[in-house]
């Protein structure tokens, strides 16, 4: 092997390990990401094909609004080609939130309930994804299969 290929590789090898230390998942912004987390053992619902590139080119939502920093406050800077953190890194529980502990925080007030929700990953994405689709209709007049999606099987295909 040439010393140059050697060097490449290398070098590739440790962007790899510096990507997987900050919990980077990728630069490159691919156009539909299949929501497939490795956190889970098994998915219980069909695989979300995320249309990604749709949603900040057609539909105009800028990066800030779904990738935000360690302190949830939105990545206005944030462009094509930058890494970005899985929401995983963060939102660490694989799942929705079980009804045993939503029977346990009953008592909260409703911030310190969002935060302990926050802590799980589909609730996270739930959050995101569907409160944003349910404001987006209701300001646009959308009713049932209009609109951005909002019901299980719109997302997770049977
Ligand atoms: C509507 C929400 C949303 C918008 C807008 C958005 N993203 Fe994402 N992006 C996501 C989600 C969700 C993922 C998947 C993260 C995960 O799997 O943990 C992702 C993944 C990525 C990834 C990693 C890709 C991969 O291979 O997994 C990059 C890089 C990225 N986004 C950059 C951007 C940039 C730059 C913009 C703006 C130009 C942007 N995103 C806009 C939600 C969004
Ligand atoms: C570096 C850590 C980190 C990463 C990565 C991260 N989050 Fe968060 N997120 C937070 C924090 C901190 C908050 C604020 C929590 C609170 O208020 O208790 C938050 C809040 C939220 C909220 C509540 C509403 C809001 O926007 O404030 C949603 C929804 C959310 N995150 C979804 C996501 C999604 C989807 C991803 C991946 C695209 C993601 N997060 C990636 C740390 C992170
Ligand atoms: C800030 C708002 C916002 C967020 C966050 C958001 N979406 Fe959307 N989504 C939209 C809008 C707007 C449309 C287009 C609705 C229409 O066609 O009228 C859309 C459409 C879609 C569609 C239909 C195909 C398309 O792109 O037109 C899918 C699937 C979808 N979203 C999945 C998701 C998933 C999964 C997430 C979370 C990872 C997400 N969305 C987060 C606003 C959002
Ligand atoms: C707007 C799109 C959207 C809608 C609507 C939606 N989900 Fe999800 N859901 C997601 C995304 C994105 C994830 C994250 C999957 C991943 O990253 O692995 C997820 C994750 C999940 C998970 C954990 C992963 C698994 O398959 O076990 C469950 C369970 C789930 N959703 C159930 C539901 C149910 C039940 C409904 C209807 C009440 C629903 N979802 C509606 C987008 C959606």
Do not use: W
């Not at 790899?16 to 987390?37: H, K, Q, R, V, Y």
């Not at 990545?75 to 009804?99: T, Y």
């Amino acid at each position: 092997m040439k010393t140059g290929k050697l060097f490449k590789i290398l070098m590739l090898a440790s962007v790899a390990t510096l990507f997987l230390a900050a919990g980077l998942i990728a630069s490159t912004c691919p156009d539909i990401i299949p929501m497939e987390n490795a956190a889970y053992d098994s998915h219980k619902k069909g695989i979300v094909q995320f249309t990604h590139g749709k949603h900040y080119k057609d539909h105009a939502i800028a990066c800030g609004e779904c990738h935000h920093d360690a302190q949830g406050k939105p990545l206005a800077d944030l462009k094509e080609g930058d890494a970005v953190q899985g929401c995983i890194e963060c939102h660490k529980i694989a799942g929705e939130m079980p009804r045993e502990v939503k029977q346990e925080i009953k008592g909260l007030s409703r911030e310190e309930k969002q935060k302990k929700e926050l802590e799980y990953h589909a609730e996270a994405l739930h959050m995101n994804c569907r409160d944003c689709h349910k404001a987006y209709n209701k300001e646009k007049g959308f009713k049932g299969k209009d609109g951005a999606p909002t019901s299980c099987t719109a997302c997770h295909p049977k």
